[in-house]
């Protein structure tokens, strides 16, 4: 069994920064590729970023390209999402999600099988 943990969410002024983390459980973490969503209150789960199970290749949503970066430390079974100049809108509960192989990055909800439990990101006007 899969157990994604994330954290490093909290409450942040508009133009500021946070990290998020997900540290996953397992030996398999470097050969799955995998992704950062978000959902705000009333709204669907929506595409944030992913990355491959190497690194190399990552993903962005448009509205938040230039502004967050997706990474991975395969030695610590972590994946991390730098947030920066924050806005209200980026305000949601962020999830973390394994994908089904090494390769997608992309945006579908279903080709992810493991998800955390999520964290809490509130941005302040």
């Known amino acids: 069994q899969v157990q994604l943990v994330e954290s490093g969410g909290g409450l942040v002024q508009a133009g500021g920064s946070l990290r998020l983390s997900c540290a996953a459980s397992?030996?398999?973490?470097?050969?799955?590729?995998m992704g950062w969503f978000r959902q705000a209150p009333g709204k669907e789960r929506e595409f944030v970023a992913a990355v491959n199970w190497s690194g190399h290749s990552t993903n962005y949503a448009d509205s938040v390209k230039g502004r967050f970066t997706i990474s991975r430390d395969n030695a610590k079974n972590t994946v991390y999402l730098q947030m920066n100049i924050l806005k209200p809108e980026d305000t949601a509960t962020y999830y973390c999600?394994?994908?089904?192989?090494?390769?997608?990055?992309?945006?579908?909800?279903?080709?992810?099988?493991?998800w955390g439990q999520g964290t809490q990101v509130t941005v302040s006007s």
């Open positions: 397992g030996r398999t973490f470097s050969e799955y590729a």
């Open positions: 999600a394994r994908n089904s192989g090494p390769y997608y990055i992309g945006r579908a909800v279903a080709e992810y099988d493991y």
